[in-house]
């Protein structure tokens, strides 16, 4: 035997071994979809050793999923930025989830992601997140972590407090942090006193995770800054923090920090519901986006709407009470009791902890201090539980570990001060590298905290890690908090600024994640069932191919008789029912991004082809040993020619 032939049919040998791994060695996971299950609720109280931890993304829109505590970065999920990595809000199907009354937006600023409850517990179901920029909140659904919904909201300057949940998700509130004309009308900037105003909105959340806006009330012309809902006793309230009460236009950092107190707006949400049955509202008209994946379709779709329910304090006796807080309140938490309140005042000295309980009987024994813009004032003495002192410079933001105690992130200082709730002393402290801004406790906003670590979110690394030129990267520190002392475990970069971040013990949501989508039950209107069906046809200048991918081949992967000034349409179908087989497409020259089609989806990009020639297609994801060998040739021809549309596979 020659060489040349003992090299030939050792190649072939081992192509065959190749085929014979990937086609039944692969094939033993499980169709396992999930979906079906995802309407149970998960409470689970108790102990957990692993977690899923969910990162805002910051200026980058996105979520970030890390482990804890290995704080291994898993995955990012797009949400409000174009990612050309899984063709979010490049491919046909996804551009709708970036559409609002602006137009199409590839970019926002997102802030706090938060897990949808049940009865006051994460339940692993979806988690919500806000856009800062142009105001939205989406919904993540964490069977697939995919973006499922984003509602944009209407009458507000920018999304900061939000998104957070009530006790059955009954609503998601969102607070604006900058006041506007409302209606948005062209003014004189320094008419801010008459013409501005805040928004708090609802959106109600329908048991199927749908999202609809169903209130929003007109507050003064402060900027509202964060939120929480009330949990047990206080479940019908929710609580948002304002700054700028001295409603100053221009260099806030002086102007606005002139008044001792700024205040905590208590909204009794409940009444707001009575108030709006009773018709006491008024409607406004604003347009607004809301878009969701439809999972059959494998396809998104934007729906328009045009009005709101505006309720008015002045119209609406005991919706809404002001606690005064000191001094430009950020961070606002409701402990797991649902009794206390505490406020970060960023230039306060203590940490004020106002009661529920007492804010009740406040109102009761109408213990006014006065009334501003019709709204009444608490008196401070009357509602507040206790000042924890000492707490650091520059208080945030407070999680709870479910024990007793209470853990404020200090902005200045640079450190976690943890305190007890009750004797209001602060009993340990740790330092954090550098200026940390929120922090998070697994649960540590709901009613039943998986209180064993605390992750510190911080700002500025310095000299923490390697430089990577002019800006380095922002970092999360974990820490041990089940013993009386804090312990530093482990520092690691994040993406993006982390604003905020929840976790969940990985249990609940790992028996929920889906594996494939059902090629049977993929309705997508370009979707193929079978590599039979792949075709392309031609309707005028459109052309429509109808691809489907399985290792490792595209069905059709030759195609002539496209021609210059077509716009060729790729509806791809991956046809694999594997867990964990997606196959990529892109095509030389396209001015978008490639595709990621998961098993049994279909996902579409448009080609432009600019001049004739022969393009190349391939597969971009590593699907098996033959992957190199998934590709094909397009022949573009001129305009006028007349080479007709061809296609084939194999000879
Ligand atoms: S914020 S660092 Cu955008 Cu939540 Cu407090
Ligand atoms: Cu399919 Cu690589």
């Not at 409607?283 to 934007?302: L, Q």
Request: aromatic letters at 12%; proline letters at 7%.
């Amino acid at each position: 035997m020659n060489r040349r032939y003992i090299r030939a049919l050792l190649i072939g040998i081992s192509v065959v071994a190749a085929f014979v791994l990937m086609h039944y060695g692969c094939q033993e996971s499980k169709n396992l979809s999930a979906g079906d299950e995802a309407e149970k609720v998960y409470v689970a109280p108790g102990d957990y050793d692993e977690f899923y931890m969910f990162t805002s993304g910051g200026f980058s829109g996105q979520i970030g999923v890390y482990g804890l505590p290995s704080g291994r970065l898993f995955r990012q999920i797009p949400v409000f930025s174009q990612d050309p990595e899984k063709a979010y809000g490049y491919s046909e199907e996804s551009k709708p989830m970036l559409m609002t009354s602006y137009g199409f937006i590839p970019w926002d600023d997102a802030h706090h992601p938060e897990l949808s409850q049940t009865d006051g517990v994460p339940d692993g179901r979806w988690i919500f997140i806000n856009a800062n920029n142009t105001p939205r909140v989406a919904r993540v659904d964490l069977t697939t972590f995919t973006t499922a919904e984003i509602i944009e909201i209407p009458n507000s300057g920018g999304n900061h407090g939000s998104p957070f949940v009530t006790e059955n998700n009954e609503y998601v509130v969102a607070s604006t942090r900058f006041s506007l004309p409302i209606p948005n009308e062209d003014v004189p900037i320094n008419s801010f006193k008459e013409n501005f105003k805040g928004t708090l909105t609802f959106i109600k959340v329908a048991p199927d995770g749908k999202m609809s806006i169903a209130f929003q009330i007109l507050v003064p012309g402060f900027d509202y800054d964060l939120a929480h809902a009330g949990k047990g006793p206080s479940h019908g309230w929710a609580f948002f923090t304002s700054y700028n009460t001295e409603q100053a236009n221009t260099l806030l950092e002086v102007n606005a920090s002139q008044n001792d107190k700024d205040f905590i707006a208590a909204v009794n949400w409940k009444k707001a519901e009575e108030y709006i049955a009773k018709g006491n509202f008024k409607k406004s008209s604003s347009t607004f986006y809301r878009n969701y994946v439809d999972e059959k379709k494998h396809m998104a779709f934007s729906e328009k709407n045009s009005e709101v329910k505006i309720l008015s304090p002045d119209d609406c006796p005991g919706l809404i009470y002001y606690l005064p807080t000191p001094k430009s309140p950020h961070g606002v938490d409701v402990d797991p009791t649902g009794e206390y309140i505490a406020a970060g005042g960023k230039l306060a000295a203590v940490i004020p902890v106002h009661s529920f309980s007492k804010m009740i009987k406040a109102i009761e024994n109408k213990d006014f201090e006065t009334e501003v813009y019709g709204i009444p004032v608490l008196k401070y003495e009357s509602v507040l539980a206790g000042e924890v002192e000492n707490c650091g410079l520059g208080p945030l933001h407070t999680e709870f570990d479910g024990k007793g105690f209470a853990y404020t992130s200090a902005f200045i200082s640079s450190e976690i001060v943890k305190w007890e709730i009750g004797t209001w002393k602060v009993v340990d402290r740790i330092p954090t590298y550098y200026s940390i801004g929120h922090l998070s406790i697994p649960g540590g906003d709901s009613k039943k905290p998986w209180g064993k670590y605390v992750v510190a979110l911080n700002k500025i690394t310095k000299d923490r890690y390697l430089p990577t030129g002019p800006e380095l990267t922002q970092s999360a520190q974990l820490i041990d908090i089940s013993g009386d002392k804090m312990k530093l475990l482990l520092d690691f970069p994040t993406i993006g600024e982390p604003h905020y971040a929840q976790s969940i013990p990985a249990e609940i949501l790992m028996k929920n994640s889906k594996k494939i989508y059902p090629i049977e039950e993929n309705e997508h209107p370009y979707g193929i069932k079978a590599e039979k069906d792949a075709r392309v046809e031609r309707n005028g200048n459109d052309v429509h191919v109808y691809m489907s991918t399985i290792r490792t081949h595209f069905a059709p992967d030759n195609i002539e008789g496209i021609k210059v000034g077509d716009n060729v349409y790729f509806h791809v179908t991956n046809l694999e029912q594997d867990w964990d087989i997606p196959h990529g497409f892109a095509v030389k020259g396209a001015q978008t991004s490639e595709l990621l089609v998961l098993p049994g989806m279909t996902e579409t990009i448009v080609w432009k082809p600019q001049q004739p020639g022969i393009y190349p297609f391939y597969c971009t994801d590593f699907c098996s040993a033959l992957h190199q060998e998934m590709q094909g040739y397009l022949r573009v021809s001129p305009k006028n020619s007349n080479v007709e549309i061809s296609y084939r596979i194999g000879n």
